[in-house]
């Protein structure tokens, strides 16, 4: 079959075991591409204020990783921010991004060997075409706690 596409994995992000988490956790030097970094405290602010949720609800690193790490145009450092804001316009509710940063359960995702695909800088709107993975686990919260900020933010508009 000449014109046969070849199949490529779809991209999705996954729950992981508590042990799988833990592996990749502990060793960011696993998550693909040529860089690794930690969103800067001033974006994860500025995610808690989108999300609508209290200052200083996230408490643990929010990872990412990519072969750049700052937008060809405005030079602003690619991190969650980007993925919140393009989240938020094109794919997901407020309260399933509070779930993902703030839930007990560990989320990673892993884009191999492509990109995460739909994410554009959240201060110029450029695409951002090489950022391949992020993960996220928020151990401050309890499950109460979790559904009472969902449910203000929901409220929100």
């Not at 999705?12 to 860089?35: I, K, N, R």
């Not at 993925?83 to 779930?99: D, F, M, P, R, W």
Request: with cysteine; hydrophobic share 35%.
């Amino acid at each position: 079959m000449a014109n046969a596409k070849p199949q490529t994995p779809e991209r999705t992000t996954h729950v992981v075991s508590p042990e799988v988490f833990q592996q990749v956790y502990d060793s960011p030097a696993s998550l693909p591409g040529a860089y690794r970094w930690v969103t800067r405290d001033e974006d994860v602010r500025a995610i808690e204020k989108i999300l609508g949720i209290p200052d200083k609800s996230i408490g643990a690193p929010l990872w990412v990783s990519g072969d750049t790490r700052h937008c060809p145009k405005c030079g602003r450092e690619s991190n969650w921010l980007d993925i919140v804001g393009s989240a938020l316009t094109k794919v997901h509710q407020k309260a399933l991004l509070i779930e993902v940063i703030l839930g007990e359960r560990k989320y990673v995702n892993v884009e191999v060997p492509h990109a995460i695909a739909d994410l554009v800088c959240y201060n110029c709107k450029t695409p951002i075409v090489d950022l391949r993975s992020f993960k996220c686990h928020n151990w401050a919260y309890a499950r109460g706690s979790i559904l009472e900020i969902v449910e203000k933010a929901s409220q929100q508009h």
